[in-house]
């Protein structure tokens, strides 16, 4: 499996920015999926969850009521508005199989006040 992240950029605080997360390869494998993001000096952290079917998501609650994730055909999308400086990071997306897991190499997101 293969993921590539898009979408990332530099937006005002108040802004919004929509991520891309494009699995190839045997994505019949992929169970749930989600978004982390990791600021400088931070340790990553989960973002948004998404089981396989799409019906169940979580939100870590510093993002929960601006941020959504949601998946279709092999792509999850992170809709990010009302954007905080604070959520300046790499934004990696994470793809679980039954037996491993995979990780996309991340995009900017860079939030100015």
């Known amino acids: 499996v293969q993921l590539v992240e898009s979408g990332g950029g530099l937006v005002q605080a108040g802004g919004s920015l929509r991520l891309s997360c494009a699995a190839s390869?045997?994505?019949?494998?992929?169970?749930?999926m989600g978004w982390y993001r990791q600021a400088p000096g931070k340790q990553r952290e989960v973002v948004a969850g998404?089981?396989?079917?799409?019906?169940v998501t979580n939100y870590a609650d510093s993002v929960k009521g601006r941020f959504t994730i949601s998946r279709a055909n092999n792509t999850m999308y992170l809709q990010m508005n009302s954007l905080k400086p604070e959520d300046t990071a790499v934004y990696l997306c994470?793809?679980?199989?039954?037996?491993?897991?995979?990780w996309g190499q991340g995009t900017q997101v860079t939030v100015s006040s």
């Open positions: 994470r793809a679980v199989t039954d037996w491993t897991s995979y």
């Open positions: 390869g045997s994505t019949f494998s992929i169970n749930a």
């Open positions: 998404i089981s396989s079917s799409g019906g």
